[in-house]
């Protein structure tokens, strides 16, 4: 009989330990713990999260903002590839909606998007606001801003218009110069030209001239648009999808020190010549100089072909931006604070200096760009004339010269070709390659990284640059140059 009972006592005692939870097994979810095959939730301890194997390891996120590119999505502390719902996308720099493909997005149609920024754009799968007329209700897109613009806001302008009355959409005026004897602060000119007749136009007020291609022409020997110390108010003009073409003159002349000119998605072939003020470009074309003296100046995303920057005692950024030259050089400043990041510097005939920056101030930089000689020729012209005042780094210097960089400049993290004397490749983290290496077909200008080009995964991580020249992401070792390896 007590042998009997000490059976029973012992297979209840064993039946006990069996359901007792393991303390190295664990389990987060309902889904989880159906898989590892119990009924309740097995918890880790706090700063713990429970892997796909069921065991206990240190947390690996408090949300999205804390996992890498390779597994962006914080669940259950752990970072994964893609999102199951929107709770998984906090904090995620994709936005705070799962898409059906698991990746976590600002948007998935323009329903989840409003205010100044109404459209879902469908690559992006961002909100963004206007990129063209046909999105807005009046018909007037401010590509600028990428806002859309009332009707009763706008002065309309066409070349078969009547230089009379208050320019409506259905009754438009012909010149720029009665526009601004209008109240509005946008002239919108839809396709064909302008003239502003035999003087230069000048402004006294803000006005955002938007185009259709639209040409404006005429002007006298001293420019086509001026804005001088005429009146005490602070002046914005924007010229928006407008070309004016060569002639005379400049193209733009600023002397006041408040005035702020943007050139947005235009091409400009004549001069630019601004004295204390700002002048912004973006996303356009220019052919010829662009000169400031004191003031500031903003170039990202153009394309500047035989044209030179010439800047003394401004505050210079150039970033995106591909300069393509023959006679001149590219990029001339003296002075000023200067960032010149993420550009291509193309020389294609003469011998000339590509970038000349002297006496900048502290803080300025030179990095992760790409500066080649198309000449074909041994040179002995540098690519790079600076002084030890300038942050020299990242960047890819394929100039086929025996002098790429004048004395004082110090570079680092530098890829250079093999016909570049050791005295210029010194400093820390530069390379030396066969340039055959470097580009995806250097003969045919696509200066995009090879497959087997040194240049990639070489550069200083962590530098704040996070996008190339196309606006790709750059990795956590980022390629030197201007652009960065798929």
């Given at each position: ?475 956590p070792m980022p390629d030197m140059g201007a652009f960065e390896a798929p």
């Amino acid at each position: 009989m007590r042998l009997a009972l000490f059976v029973v006592l012992t297979a209840l005692a064993a039946l006990a330990a069996c359901k007792t939870a393991n303390p190295n097994v664990c389990c987060a979810t309902e889904a989880q713990c159906a898989d590892l095959g119990v009924d309740d939730l097995r918890p880790c301890k706090a700063g713990q999260a429970c892997n796909a194997d069921f065991t206990c390891i240190a947390s690996e996120c408090d949300d999205s903002s804390d996992c890498s590119s390779d597994a962006p999505v914080c669940i259950n502390n752990l970072c994964v590839a893609s999102c199951v719902v929107d709770a998984d996308c906090a904090g995620s720099p994709g936005g705070d909606l799962c898409a059906d493909d698991g990746v976590c997005v600002g948007c998935k149609s323009s329903a989840d998007c409003s205010g100044d920024t109404p459209f879902c754009d469908a690559e992006d799968r961002a909100c963004r606001g206007c990129e063209r007329d046909s999105e807005c209700t009046g018909g007037v897109c401010l590509e600028a801003d990428a806002v859309c613009v009332a009707d009763a806001d706008v002065t309309f302008l066409s070349q078969n218009g009547t230089d009379a009355g208050s320019c409506g959409r259905s009754t438009p005026c012909r010149t720029l110069r009665y526009a601004l004897t209008q109240p509005h602060l946008v002239a919108h000119f839809d396709g064909g030209s302008t003239d502003v007749g035999a003087a230069a136009l000048s402004f006294e007020r803000s006005l955002y001239i938007d185009g259709t291609n639209t040409k404006i022409e005429g002007g006298s020997a001293s420019g086509v648009l001026e804005i001088s110390e005429a009146g005490s108010n602070d002046r914005r003009v924007t010229l928006n999808s407008v070309t004016i073409g060569p002639g005379s003159g400049n193209a733009v002349t600023s002397s006041l020190r408040s005035a702020n000119i943007r050139v947005h998605n235009s091409i400009i072939e004549r001069p630019i010549d601004v004295s204390n003020g700002t002048f912004q470009a973006s996303r356009s074309r220019i052919t010829r100089s662009i000169k400031c003296t004191s003031g500031s100046l903003k170039l990202d995303d153009n394309q500047i072909q035989e044209a030179s920057v010439e800047a003394m005692a401004c505050q210079v950024t150039a970033a995106r931006n591909q300069f393509e030259s023959r006679s001149g050089v590219p990029f001339t400043t003296q002075g000023g604070l200067v960032t010149f990041e993420n550009n291509l510097v193309v020389v294609t005939d003469r011998y000339v200096d590509a970038l000349y920056v002297t006496s900048s101030l502290s803080g300025s930089s030179v990095r992760f760009n790409t500066i080649v000689s198309q000449t074909g020729v041994t040179t002995s012209d540098p690519a790079l004339y600076c002084d030890e005042t300038l942050d020299v780094s990242n960047n890819i210097i394929a100039y086929n010269s025996t002098n790429p960089i004048s004395q004082n400049c110090r570079p680092r993290f530098t890829l250079f070709d093999s016909i570049t004397p050791p005295s210029d490749t010194m400093g820390e983290g530069n390379k030396v390659g066969d340039v055959g290496t470097f580009f995806a077909d250097r003969d045919r200008g696509d200066f995009h990284l090879s497959n087997q080009s040194p240049a990639k995964d070489v550069a200083t991580p962590g530098t704040g640059v996070l996008t190339d020249l196309d606006g790709n992401p750059r990795g956590p070792m980022p390629d030197m140059g201007a652009f960065e390896a798929p």
